[in-house]
């Protein structure tokens, strides 16, 4: 197999070559909506670059990768390039693996050398064990997408979905509706929608303790998710009161609820769970066979920040799901240039001084 290897810039939406890299991101269930030419569009928006390496076998796309970085890492000479569920490559052919990795390996060095890149990281949503393909990786400090997960199976009918649930999540549904929380759904960017959005997670973060972006960066998602048909926004409210919102996006076969939380209003209700259970029909309705609760810790302690987070989801049933992780190339010449180039300068300010 002869593969050729070719940096493919933004392609145009309804290029033959941009819905057959769609085509490929959405078959491949170790990639996902992060390498979706939508998600590169949106982050190009919010200030970083997107490299886009594309794979033929003669003149057909067969794989590749987007990755982003952050221009004034570049400038610097740190700069690192990061694929959050890429590479999309053939995972399961251990032969073809090696040879798309590898081609893509070189290709980013090339490419790195020339603008100031010391590593690439790559997340693909691979299970445990770490395949042999990846021995010259590293675990990554950190990871790009959570690492465990819980998956709730959704291609069934509704009534196999509520009993495959814990007895508290089937009642506490129940009981939402019973109180008559109402469930709305935006497809479409909606102003009014977003900012009620922004103050459902807002007054959550600072009731849970955990950081949250600005407002700005919400508005910017969620017009590029809905602008795509790739999102769709849930707010819940009894009367005049707002409950909580989710946001979830769906791509492929599987739909991921992404960011959301309740408000300090009629908790008693359990919004929360009328949302999960809005946005799970939804994305059956869509086609998509998995709901992923993106961010889920298996075993459980009370010390653990996301204890609660991980207790509340896991009452809608599931598969918990651990990932390799995020893993590490170092592109050692790079590296080795800026220390010296480092080196140079320090010693330079000390010639001046003495001067």
Same mark, same amino acid.
């Given at each position: ?65 987007? #990755?982003?970085?952050?221009?004034? =890492?570049?400038? &610097? ?9 890429? !590479? ?16 893509? %390996? ?8 020339? *603008?100031?890149? +010391?590593? +690439?990281?790559?997340? !693909? ?23 465990? %997960? ?52 807002? @007054? ?9 972006? !600005?407002?700005?960066? #919400?508005?910017? +998602? ?5 602008? *795509? ?6 707010? =819940? ?36 769970? =009328?949302?999960?259970?809005?946005? +799970?029909?939804?994305? &059956? ?29 896991? @009452?809608?049933?599931?598969? !918990? ?35």
């Amino acid at each position: 197999m002869s593969l050729r290897v070719e940096n493919i810039g933004s392609l145009e939406r309804q290029s033959e070559l941009a819905l057959l890299w769609e085509k490929l991101v959405e078959q491949n269930a170790c990639a996902g909506i992060m390498q979706s030419l939508s998600w590169a569009c949106m982050k190009r928006s919010q200030g970083l670059q997107s490299v886009h390496i594309g794979l033929f076998e003669k003149e057909t796309l067969v794989g590749g990768v987007i #990755f982003y970085l952050a221009q004034e =890492a570049q400038i &610097r000479g740190t700069g690192i390039m990061v694929a959050p569920e890429g !590479p999309v490559i053939d995972w399961q052919d251990k032969r073809s693996c090696a040879m798309q990795l590898r081609a893509i %390996t070189e290709f980013a060095q090339n490419y790195a050398k020339a *603008n100031g890149i +010391m590593s +690439m990281r790559i997340e !693909p949503r691979l299970p445990l064990p770490l395949p042999a393909v990846l021995r010259e990786f590293g675990r990554a400090p950190y990871d790009l997408i959570p690492r465990d %997960t819980l998956y709730v199976d959704i291609d069934k009918d509704e009534n196999e979905i509520l009993m495959a649930m814990k007895p508290k999540g089937r009642y506490n549904i129940k009981l939402a509706q019973k109180h008559q929380v109402q469930v709305s759904s935006f497809e479409q960017f909606n102003f009014d929608a977003a900012n009620s959005f922004y103050e459902a997670v807002h @007054q959550a973060s600072i009731r849970d303790g955990f950081a949250l972006e !600005p407002k700005s960066f #919400f508005d910017n +998602m969620i017009l590029h998710l809905c602008e *795509n048909k790739l999102g769709t926004v849930f707010l =819940a409210h009894h009367e005049n009161d707002l409950l909580g919102a989710l946001l979830l996006t769906h791509y492929g076969e599987r739909a991921t609820y992404l960011y959301g939380g309740v408000t300090n209003a009629k908790r008693q209700m359990m919004a929360g769970y =009328a949302l999960q259970w809005a946005a +799970m029909k939804s994305a &059956r309705e869509l086609g998509c066979k998995y709901y992923d609760f993106y961010g889920y810790v298996p075993h459980r302690s009370s010390q653990h920040r996301y204890s609660r987070f991980s207790q509340f989801k896991s @009452q809608f049933g599931g598969r !918990p799901f651990r990932f390799i992780g995020a893993q590490d190339y170092l592109f050692l010449d790079n590296i080795a240039e800026v220390f010296i180039r480092a080196a140079h300068e320090v010693e330079g300010r000390k010639t001046e001084v003495k001067v």
